[in-house]
């Protein structure tokens, strides 16, 4: 079947902008979580979405970024005012509930 | 908090040899899962093999085998008869059971040389 999908792969943007990156999980996949990596690094874990529970923000850096999923499926990641800090890739993934977490390509955003 | 540590920021191999990649763990918890994943220049983060920590059998997956050392806090990977395709960046995680967010080491890039 079809993997966790985000979209765009590439976003260069001028710093103070807004952007939104999206992904797509895995059909019936219940948990998506979204991760930041910054060159040469490992990953940083953002915010975490479980069905229609709250989800777990205590990854989120600053009030810049936001995320919102309806139900099990789409999910956008916001960030508002880009700074050049925030030049990363951002690593979406999705599990059935607490299961093996499968990644999609990311989307390297370069904020200028 | 949990800490993951991977000491070697780069490896290399000869094809078909054998190469061991580090990592080192922080946690109070009993109960967690360790994960090796590979990170290949198109960036997709791909599961190479898992760990449950209340299993004393180290795990395998074809030619990649853990050896894992609960009371030392190591989880080291084992690619044996190495490949070309195994060139990548190797990010070692943590998850304790019952929590949501993966807990990953620095990485370490492994060049293969024919």
């Known amino acids: 079947g079809a993997g966790v999908s985000q979209s765009p792969s590439n976003k260069v943007t001028e710093k103070g902008k807004d952007v939104e990156l999206r992904c797509d999980p895995i059909?019936?996949?219940?948990?998506l979580y979204w991760y930041r990596q910054r060159l040469g690094q490992g990953l940083e874990f953002l915010i975490y979405f479980q069905g229609n529970s709250a989800p777990d923000k205590s990854g989120l850096p600053s009030d810049r970024f936001s995320a919102e999923r309806t139900g099990e499926s789409v999910s956008t990641l916001t960030i508002q005012r880009t700074q050049q800090e925030d030049s990363a890739v951002y690593l979406c993934a999705s599990s059935w509930r607490f299961d093996t977490q499968y990644f999609g390509p990311g989307t390297r955003l370069t904020v200028l | 908090a949990q800490t993951v540590t991977q000491s070697q920021p780069e490896m290399s191999v000869q094809e078909a040899e054998t190469v061991t990649l580090s990592c080192t763990y922080d946690?109070?918890?009993?109960?967690?899962?360790l994960f090796w994943y590979k990170q290949p220049p198109s960036r997709q983060m791909i599961l190479v093999i898992r760990q449950e920590a209340y299993k004393q059998q180290n795990a395998t997956e074809n030619r990649f085998s853990v050896n894992f050392q609960k009371a030392a806090k190591s989880f080291s990977l084992k690619i044996s008869d190495s490949q070309l395709g195994d060139a990548a960046m190797y990010f070692c995680a943590l998850r304790l059971q019952g929590a949501q967010k993966l807990v990953f080491g620095q990485g370490t890039r492994l060049t293969i040389n024919p």
């Open positions: 059909s019936g996949h219940t948990a």
């Open positions: 946690t109070s918890e009993s109960d967690y899962y």
